[in-house]
């Protein structure tokens, strides 16, 4: 999905947050939503930790020592 502006993007997340807490829809509609809210929270927060050990350097010698000799 691509967004005009991270203002648009705002206001989706607050009316997606108002049907969540404040509408008049049946309970199970709300609590549908949250859990589709919360899990999309964790799917991105898991993904956002997930490549940033990923882009971890390796402690493993790349460069070869003093004692190699290099042509």
Same mark, same amino acid.
């Given at each position: 999905? /691509?967004? !005009?502006?991270?203002?648009? %993007? =705002? #206001?989706? $997340? /607050?009316?997606? /947050?108002? $049907?969540?807490?404040?509408?008049?829809?049946? =309970?199970?509609?709300?609590? %549908? &939503?949250?859990?589709?809210?919360?899990? %999309?929270? &964790?799917?991105? #927060? !898991?993904?956002? /930790?997930?490549?940033?050990? !990923? =882009?971890?350097? @390796? @402690?493993?010698? %790349? &460069?070869?020592? =003093?004692?190699?000799? &290099?042509?």
């Amino acid at each position: 999905m /691509l967004q !005009a502006s991270k203002w648009d %993007t =705002a #206001f989706d $997340v /607050l009316r997606f /947050l108002y $049907v969540g807490f404040f509408s008049d829809l049946p =309970a199970w509609v709300r609590y %549908t &939503v949250l859990g589709l809210g919360g899990s %999309t929270v &964790v799917y991105g #927060f !898991a993904s956002w /930790l997930r490549n940033r050990s !990923a =882009a971890a350097p @390796d @402690d493993g010698e %790349t &460069v070869p020592g =003093a004692e190699t000799p &290099v042509r």
